[in-house]
């Protein structure tokens, strides 16, 4: 594995990148390099992981080989027609998470047969579980989707795909942590409607969620099977579940998640025109 890695772009994915790159030993503070271009974000990095810091995006490029791209996709191409001169396809590979940019985005702005792989992480990252999906680039290598793979396992788990699913894994994990949070908080609100203490409810609440997904895990049965477990005849959760499919829960859980990826092919359309 390379030792050192440049970071274009210092936000909340960067940072959770950064320290799980140093909780895991992927690599070494000072052979991480940030560039950011706000003064109190870079003094911030410093202080909290003692990386090294620069508000130049060209020095990042002239020093690193392997660099990450974790910039917000509207300022993508400025970013990418500022460093293409300093890229060198031999030598650079160029990872990005930014969401909605298609690899040909990348592969017309940059120097011929440059190496990219495309990762799309979620905000599960700021506590090491994130699940990434990661795609290959036209001229990347096994060894470059590997190398990635290793780098990306230092904040939660990691599946290969093709391209053409990021906007699917867009709209299931990438937004999946908000659809999540809003189930959460309603089973939380319904423990207070019979009558339980908001702090009670919430423990109850996750607790609950954290131990049914460690259940499936551990069990290996699939959800329908953990239901039918749970679910006695003429008892309580039948007649939850009755209100649930009545109202037509799962169909609007899946009407959301097209809806969020009707939307992402939209925002790619856009963005990569």
Excluded: W
Excluded at 101 to 108: G, T
Excluded at 139 to 150: P, R
Excluded at 231 to 252: H, V, W
């Amino acid at each position: 594995m390379k030792n050192s890695i440049g970071i274009i772009g210092g936000g909340q994915m960067a940072e959770a990148l950064i320290k799980g790159f140093l909780e895991k030993n992927i690599f070494l503070k000072e052979n991480i390099l940030v560039s950011e271009p706000i003064k109190e974000r870079r003094e911030y990095l410093a202080q909290s992981y003692q990386v090294q810091i620069t508000s130049s995006n060209l020095e990042v490029v002239e020093k690193r080989e392997l660099l990450l791209l974790a910039v917000k996709p509207q300022v993508m191409a400025s970013v990418l027609e500022e460093i293409k001169s300093k890229i060198e396809s031999k030598h650079h590979l160029i990872i990005t998470i930014a969401a909605g940019l298609s690899i040909s985005f990348y592969e017309k702005r940059l120097p011929e047969k440059t190496r990219l792989i495309r990762v799309m992480p979620n905000t599960c990252a700021l506590v090491h579980r994130s699940i990434s999906a990661i795609a290959k680039g036209t001229f990347a290598t096994e060894d470059d989707l590997s190398l990635v793979e290793k780098i990306f396992l230092a904040i939660g788990e990691v599946v290969r795909v093709e391209e053409r699913y990021m906007d699917g894994v867009t709209a299931l994990s990438g937004s999946g942590p908000a659809y999540v949070a809003l189930f959460l908080e309603a089973l939380i609100d319904g423990g207070v409607k019979v009558g339980l203490p908001r702090d009670l409810s919430e423990k109850l609440a996750l607790t609950t969620l954290e131990g049914t997904v460690a259940l499936i895990k551990a069990s290996k049965k699939n959800p329908y099977e953990i239901k039918a477990m749970v679910t006695s005849p003429g008892g309580t959760t039948i007649s939850a579940l009755e209100i649930f499919y009545r109202e037509g829960f799962p169909g609007i859980v899946i009407s959301a998640i097209n809806q969020a990826f009707e939307r992402s092919k939209k925002l790619s359309q856009n963005l990569n025109s």
